[in-house]
């Protein structure tokens, strides 16, 4: 019978405060490791300072030896472990020191000995010649990404204030300026929220349903799409009541492209992709009707489209039902990923999505991030998809091995992460 053991851990070392993620690698395959890694509740972080933590870790651990691995934001110096094995009746049975370099490309990780015999309930002492650096793994790229949350409580409500105070009503949409504030739409307001979190009013007025918010090339103006009152608004840069600006029922999301300056809407009555002329009426860019066609500006279909947004080389990236696809400057469609409803991985139609939401685009690397559920997904120009972060639903701050969201909705980019919309709360999610 395996004897239930308590592996306390004190690592120190490094002089100054700064955070570290901490998790233990059980063997098996990645996937494996992070289910253990939750069961366990093993995952531990926050600011560890002065680089001084005990983290008790208790679990059933066979005889044999078990890595300890550390994911350290720092890249330079030494940690230095203090590894002390207790059983839970007993009390202490061993214990060792080592002294690990951390290394530029992630993960250091220390080998140490777990029991002799599990049966017997033996163990061995440990001595510092026990404890060496284990061979180098591979760090998952979940541990990479860092999610917490802005502004909200999850609560539905109506206030401004700091982050943790604050609160939305009916919250959708989110987009970002050039100095990387946000602006979210909700149901009556458009609300502004700084990066420290402190969340106020942009703007008020005859909203019903604002569902998405855009930044607007012409005096700097913004763009609100209410999709209750099938209209567009314009709200001028200082904020303030919304002006009227395009009419066309059945609008649900609007916006800017950077290279013409002018707002592009969907339009659910007609299924297709609306901007406007010269002389502000609206014309259609792309779309032939109801459908999933690809093809020239005239032939193409759209079938339900939540979110679109222009790319810095004018490209239109669109999310349609279960599919993300491209939009050219002359309006032609392709499908670049996405096939039938669901959640695998893969390039082009092998890969499904359960329904997005949002989408955004980084475009230094020209990536695409869309809302997906409880998940986030990356989307390359090529059609390859990948889920960075997010299981299953619930709420959850921490790395991207451990992080829940709940109902994810519009999306923005700006300076190495993401800002989602999730259940009346904006989380922040910082990329690698």
Same mark, same amino acid.
């Given at each position: 019978?395996?004897?239930?053991?308590?592996?306390?851990?004190?690592?120190?070392? %490094?002089?100054?405060?700064?955070?570290?993620?901490?998790?233990?690698?059980?063997?098996?395959?990645?996937?494996?490791?992070?289910?253990?890694?939750?069961?366990?509740?093993?995952?531990?972080?926050?600011?560890?300072? /002065?680089?001084?933590?005990?983290?008790?870790?208790?679990?059933?651990?066979?005889?044999?030896?078990? #890595?300890?691995?550390?994911?350290?934001?720092?890249?330079?110096?030494?940690?230095?472990?203090?590894?002390?094995?207790?059983?839970?009746?007993?009390?202490?049975?061993?214990?060792?020191?080592?002294?690990?370099?951390?290394?530029? $490309?992630?993960?250091?990780?220390?080998?140490?000995?777990?029991?002799?015999?599990? *049966?017997?309930?033996?163990?061995?002492?440990?001595?510092?010649?026990?404890?060496?650096?284990?061979?180098?793994?591979?760090? /998952?790229? %979940?541990?990479?990404?860092?999610?917490?949350?802005?502004?909200?409580?999850?609560?539905?409500?109506?206030?401004?204030?700091?982050?943790?105070?604050?609160?939305?009503?009916?919250?959708?949409?989110?987009?970002?300026?050039?100095?990387?504030?946000?602006?979210?739409?909700?149901?009556?307001?458009?609300?502004?929220?700084?990066?420290?979190?402190?969340?106020?009013?942009?703007?008020?007025?005859?909203?019903?349903?604002?569902?998405?918010?855009?930044?607007? @090339?012409?005096?700097?103006?913004?763009?609100?799409?209410?999709?209750? $009152?099938?209209?567009?608004?314009?709200?001028?840069?200082?904020?303030?009541? /919304?002006?009227?600006?395009?009419?066309?029922?059945?609008?649900?999301?609007?916006?800017?492209?950077?290279?013409?300056?002018?707002?592009?809407?969907?339009?659910?009555?007609?299924?297709?992709?609306?901007?406007?002329?010269?002389? $502000?009426?609206?014309?259609?860019?792309?779309?032939?009707?109801?459908?999933?066609?690809?093809?020239?500006?005239?032939?193409?279909?759209?079938?339900?489209? /939540?979110?679109?947004?222009?790319?810095?080389?004018?490209?239109?990236?669109?999310?349609?039902?279960?599919?993300?696809?491209?939009?050219?400057?002359?309006? *032609?469609?392709?499908?670049?990923?996405?096939? #039938?409803?669901? *959640?695998?991985?893969?390039?082009?139609?092998?890969?499904?999505?359960?329904?997005?939401?949002?989408?955004?685009?980084?475009?230094?690397?020209? @990536?695409?991030?869309?809302?997906?559920?409880?998940?986030?997904?990356?989307?390359?120009?090529?059609?390859?998809?990948?889920?960075?972060?997010?299981?299953?639903?619930?709420?959850?701050?921490? #790395?991207? %091995?451990?992080?829940?969201?709940?109902?994810?909705?519009?999306?923005?980019?700006?300076?190495?992460?993401?800002?989602?919309?999730?259940?009346?709360?904006?989380?922040?999610?910082?990329?690698?």
């Amino acid at each position: 019978m395996r004897r239930a053991l308590l592996l306390c851990v004190l690592v120190a070392g %490094c002089s100054s405060a700064t955070a570290v993620n901490l998790t233990i690698q059980l063997g098996g395959d990645v996937a494996a490791r992070q289910s253990e890694l939750a069961t366990l509740g093993l995952h531990v972080d926050g600011d560890i300072a /002065p680089f001084d933590r005990n983290v008790d870790v208790h679990g059933k651990f066979g005889s044999g030896r078990e #890595t300890l691995q550390y994911l350290p934001k720092v890249k330079s110096g030494t940690l230095d472990f203090t590894v002390t094995l207790s059983d839970e009746a007993a009390g202490p049975i061993g214990r060792g020191m080592a002294s690990i370099p951390l290394k530029a $490309n992630g993960a250091v990780a220390l080998t140490i000995p777990i029991g002799s015999d599990g *049966s017997d309930g033996g163990a061995e002492d440990l001595a510092a010649a026990d404890l060496s650096p284990a061979p180098d793994v591979a760090m /998952p790229a %979940c541990a990479g990404i860092q999610v917490s949350t802005l502004a909200g409580t999850g609560a539905a409500g109506y206030m401004d204030g700091a982050g943790n105070v604050a609160q939305f009503q009916m919250l959708e949409g989110i987009t970002v300026d050039a100095s990387g504030t946000l602006y979210a739409a909700e149901a009556t307001h458009v609300r502004k929220i700084l990066a420290d979190g402190t969340v106020s009013t942009f703007s008020s007025g005859t909203y019903i349903q604002a569902r998405r918010v855009s930044r607007a @090339n012409i005096a700097a103006e913004w763009h609100v799409a209410d999709s209750a $009152n099938d209209q567009v608004y314009r709200v001028p840069s200082t904020g303030g009541a /919304p002006l009227m600006d395009l009419v066309q029922g059945g609008v649900i999301t609007v916006t800017d492209n950077p290279g013409d300056g002018k707002s592009y809407i969907w339009d659910t009555q007609t299924c297709k992709i609306q901007t406007t002329n010269a002389s $502000n009426m609206l014309i259609t860019y792309s779309g032939a009707g109801c459908g999933l066609m690809d093809g020239a500006a005239g032939t193409a279909q759209f079938v339900s489209v /939540p979110d679109l947004i222009f790319d810095s080389a004018g490209i239109l990236w669109v999310a349609d039902q279960y599919r993300i696809r491209r939009v050219a400057g002359d309006g *032609s469609v392709t499908t670049i990923a996405g096939s #039938t409803q669901g *959640s695998t991985d893969g390039t082009g139609t092998a890969a499904q999505f359960q329904g997005p939401l949002g989408i955004t685009v980084d475009n230094a690397t020209h @990536n695409l991030y869309v809302t997906d559920g409880t998940t986030i997904r990356m989307v390359t120009p090529a059609g390859a998809v990948t889920t960075i972060v997010g299981t299953s639903s619930g709420f959850v701050d921490g #790395t991207g %091995c451990v992080a829940k969201f709940g109902a994810l909705k519009g999306v923005a980019y700006f300076a190495g992460a993401l800002y989602a919309v999730d259940v009346e709360r904006v989380r922040k999610i910082v990329l690698p």
